[in-house]
């Protein structure tokens, strides 16, 4: 089974979801047989290259209810084992770091893409670090297990550019507009940072569904147990979440 997983860098549900869906995984018993693999979305599509505090650029945006969205994500964070520091996590444009995902699963597979994500979306949201910052994304990229040299050259120069931008307007051709999204063998969608029963459920309903239905091909779809594309309270959307 494949599950490719539509999110930003910058996007807290994106967090949590990545997190629920590997504790669902953890307990399907298919899990050997899972490919998982992210795929690139821009929440802030023209967000500007150099950084800025996050805080500001989300109370300038969305005014005083910006400090109890932050509020709300960081306790439901807690109850995953997630660490939001919105304090010091800085504003910045996420382009850079889906480029290196982008290398990361062309070149070294996908357990070192998903370590990778684990630790850009660490490093946004509980470090402070400045993830469009090529020297920060170096290290991330070498802590992941990517040859250090390897990535300083591929962020120096223009390369998988076109690919990820490519990969930008698929997501956007299969209607996806909010974040995260799974997609799971390319036919069943489930939006939003589901609970991980949710994603047990979905796993198991999408396992059984392509044993009857091997061979046979559809369009992406929500699965019956997910809550309908574009309206869900645990997705991010145009920069702004839903809690």
């Not at 939001?84 to 382009?95: P, S, Y």
């Not at 939003?192 to 994603?199: I, L, M, R, V, Y």
């Amino acid at each position: 089974m494949k599950v490719e997983i539509f999110s930003d860098i910058a996007c807290p549900w994106c967090y949590l979801g990545k997190r629920r869906f590997e504790q669902a995984l953890d307990r399907f018993a298919g899990k050997a047989e899972v490919e998982v693999v992210f795929r690139p979305y821009q929440l802030v599509p023209d967000a500007p290259e150099s950084a800025s505090p996050h805080r500001a650029w989300l109370a300038e945006r969305y005014g005083p209810q910006s400090v109890a969205m932050d509020d709300r994500v960081t306790q439901l964070g807690k109850a995953e084992g997630v660490h939001f520091d919105f304090d010091t996590a800085l504003h910045v444009n996420t382009f850079l770091g889906h480029r290196l995902l982008h290398l990361a699963e062309r070149e070294y597979g996908a357990a070192v893409q998903s370590e990778l994500k684990e630790l850009l979306l660490k490093a946004h949201f509980a470090d402070g670090v400045d993830v469009g910052d090529r020297a920060a994304l170096t290290e991330l990229a070498a802590a992941a297990g990517i040859d250090r040299d390897r990535a300083a050259a591929y962020l120096a120069g223009d390369e998988g550019a076109a690919e990820v931008r490519a990969q930008l307007a698929e997501a956007r051709e299969l209607g996806i507009s909010a974040v995260p999204t799974f997609v799971f063998e390319g036919k069943w969608a489930v939006q939003g940072g589901q609970e991980a029963e949710t994603f047990l459920r979905v796993l198991e309903q999408v396992a059984a569904e392509t044993a009857e239905t091997a061979g046979t091909s559809g369009t992406t779809r929500d699965a019956e147990s997910a809550e309908p594309a574009g309206h869900d309270a645990h997705a991010c959307a145009d920069g702004a979440c839903t809690v």
